[in-house]
């Protein structure tokens, strides 16, 4: 059974910090693993999808890695900004269901 | 192209009642799923319908829960009757082809509080 776990719970960081959140999964033969931003009473909104057979994606300021063999994935966000308040949350594929860590609320203090 | 929209965003019921969730999936997704957020919780898999047919429900809580999808178009969901650990949200989800390789798009969820 894939099981998804984030570190940090919650973060607090002053604007421009960069942030590193952290997810983990227990069985790395995953097809592909994402990552969702979810807004206050918003759905999810998909940010950035790698690939097994990739090391990183990158999206403006946003960069996620993959390292499948220690079951880890990294999203980096630099120079943090306001709107960038939210819980973001990794998945990925156990078979045709999602599964999700429990989320990083992250807050950026103007 | 119009995303998946879910109805109602926001419902709050009496423990006891009944309540119907909608989910309308992207056009032409015949891949449905919901999937549900209880406070303090990770997002956990329901239920996934290959147009009209369940394919798989294992996720469901228990019997109080219905899902249907006639005619492959927008599904429901049900609750009955509903108690105070059923509050959380509901999130639908729809694909074109089947997950993995397929990606899912999510709803802006039903938020369900149960009193």
């Known amino acids: 059974k894939q099981e998804v776990t984030q570190i940090p719970a919650a973060l607090s960081v002053p604007e421009g910090e960069n942030l590193v959140l952290n997810c983990s999964f227990t069985?790395?033969?995953?097809?592909?693993l994402q990552w969702f931003r979810q807004d206050p009473g918003k759905g999810l909104t998909s940010l950035l999808l790698i690939q097994s057979s990739q090391r990183e994606q990158t999206s403006g300021r946003l960069n996620a890695s993959l390292d499948k063999s220690s079951g880890r994935s990294t999203l980096y966000i630099a120079a943090s900004q306001p709107g960038d308040s939210a819980t973001y949350l990794c998945?990925?594929?156990?078979?045709?269901?999602?599964?999700f860590g429990a989320g990083t609320t992250v807050t950026v203090r103007a | 192209e119009a995303g998946v929209t879910q109805f109602p965003s926001h419902s709050v019921i009496e423990k006891g009642q009944t309540v119907t969730l909608r989910c309308d999936p992207i056009?032409?997704?015949?891949?449905l799923y919901w999937y549900r957020r209880v406070m303090g919780k990770e997002i956990k898999f329901l239920l996934h319908?290959?147009?009209?047919?369940?394919?798989?429900e294992s996720g469901m809580p228990n019997n109080r829960f219905l899902a249907e999808r006639t005619g492959g178009t927008y599904s429901t969901l049900k609750v009955q009757p509903a108690e105070l650990e059923d509050s959380g949200v509901y999130f639908c989800?729809?694909?074109?082809?089947?997950?993995?390789?397929?990606?899912?798009?999510f709803g802006p969820g039903t938020r369900l509080t149960v009193l």
């Open positions: 989800a729809s694909s074109q082809v089947r997950s993995p390789r397929g990606l899912q798009f």
């Open positions: 069985d790395s033969a995953i097809y592909n």
């Open positions: 056009s032409g997704h015949d891949n």
């Open positions: 319908f290959v147009k009209e047919s369940k394919q798989d």
């Open positions: 998945a990925v594929p156990n078979d045709y269901k999602l599964s």
